[in-house]
């Protein structure tokens, strides 16, 4: 596995040299996400649609 410093490094090098200072913070940002949602989901810490839709519904009471 790679460390933290590969990761931004591959990130920084897959992306345009004009790149803005924000669309190179959306990318790790966006990178960051995935990995957590792939870590989440190795760890079956996640739950159905069903009940995503019910806590959506009791946020709008």
Sequence with gaps: ???AK????QILESQPDDSSYDELLREFAF???VNKGI???KERNTISNEDMEHRIKTWRK
């Design 1 to 3: 596995m790679s460390t």
């Design 6 to 9: 590969d990761q931004i490094k």
């Design 31 to 33: 990178k960051r996400m």
């Design 39 to 41: 870590a989440d989901l």
